[in-house]
């Protein structure tokens, strides 16, 4: 069994930043090949229609939703199973809860608020 545990969320006001991260844990024995974020918005559950925000397997070159292209970074520590997400120039469509997910396994999300 696999844990992934998400930080960082907040309130930031538009415009501001924040970086969320994610870290692994449990039967790791090879490491996790493919990790990334999704969001949702507060008042729905993640399994519907979540929007996929940043994606990045092992060695692998990062992907992006267009919303967030230039503005948000996906980076991964392998030695730590750890990836992280750094959001810049927050806007309040930014919203959402924010889950992390390691090959199969998911977070329980953290809450993301861009409001001034």
């Known amino acids: 069994q696999v844990q992934l545990v998400e930080s960082g969320g907040g309130l930031v006001q538009p415009g501001g930043s924040l970086k969320l991260s994610c870290a692994a844990s449990g039967s790791l024995f090879h490491g996790i090949y493919n990790m990334g974020w999704y969001r949702q918005a507060p008042d729905k559950p993640r399994d519907l229609d979540a929007e996929m925000v940043a994606t990045q397997t092992k060695g692998g070159d990062p992907i992006y939703a267009d919303s967030v292209k230039g503005r948000f970074t996906i980076t991964r520590d392998n030695a730590k199973n750890t990836v992280y997400l750094q959001m810049n120039s927050l806007k309040s469509e930014d919203t959402a809860v924010y889950y992390c997910?390691?090959?199969?396994?998911w977070g329980k999300g953290t809450l993301v608020t861009v409001s001034s």
């Open positions: 997910y390691g090959d199969s396994y």
